[in-house]
Structure formats: C-alpha cells, structure tokens
C-alpha cells in the first residue's frame, strides 16, 4: 500500500477545484464581514466616548459656571470667562463627533459602492479612494475632538489652580 496522492479523474478534479474555489470565497466573505463589523463596533464606541466625554463635561462646566455666577465676588478672577471659553471647547468637540460619525457614514457607503462593481477597476480605484479619504477625515475629526476635550479641561480649571 503506497501513502502516494491519488489523482482524481479529470471530471472529479474540476468539481473539486469549483468547491474548493467556493469555500474560499465564502471564507474571504466571512472576514471581510467580520472585519466590517469590527471597524464600525470600534467606530460606534469611539464616537459615543468622545460624545460623552465633551457633553458630560460641558453640562458639568455649565453646572460650575452657574454656580460661580451665583457666588459673585468669591470666584476666582476671570473664572467665569474661563469657564465659558471650556464649554466652547467642548460644544466644538461634540460638533466634531458629528462630523466623525457623519464621515464614518459616507466612508463605508464609499467602499459598499467599490464593491458593486469589483471588476470595472475605475469605478473601484474612484469609490476606494473616496473610502479612505472619508476615513482619513473621520479620524482627524476624532482626534480634533480629543484635542477640543483637553482644551476644555484646561480652560476650565485653568482659574482653580
């Protein structure tokens, strides 16, 4: 009994190469699906974090700056300018989360398109590209977000150190 390969009969070796050839597809379909689904899970929370980050602190900011108001000539010199300059930071950081959201949006739509038509290779290089810009914006957003918090932060203690 020899441990060689047997060869299949032409006929068979076709049908095994076309099951072959699905399976892979289904596979490469499967992660891509996986990978879709894990971009917009992390896209989904990274949004809602920087939402709540700057809303949460611009109502506490507005809370702090209500109450200064009504300690009048207690609160530290300038703090109710800082105050307010901290919450514009922070409505600029919930704009910008718009933003992120509204171009995480157009940045899939762009590759869903790209994938309609895979083998009219211009339409897919143009709506690719589309992609990936839209995604490099939604990402400077996020991070000018960010930026926009710890602005926020600092303006808002900035007069209670």
Known sequence: MSNAPTQLPPEYALEKFKLDHAHRLRVQEEF?????EAVMAFSVASTKTSLIMNGGAAIALLTVEGHLLNLGQ??????????????VAFAIGVGFV???AAL???SQAYFAYAS?????EERWQDQTSKGNRCRAA???CYLVSLCAFGTGVYFGVSKFI
């Open 32 to 36: 891509s699906f996986k990978n879709f």
């Open 74 to 87: 207690w609160a530290p010199e300038g703090a109710t300018q800082s105050v307010a300059l901290g919450i």
């Open 98 to 100: 718009g933003l992120v």
């Open 104 to 106: 995480t949006y157009l």
């Open 116 to 120: 309609y038509e895979p083998n009219n």
């Open 138 to 140: 939604a990402i400077i």
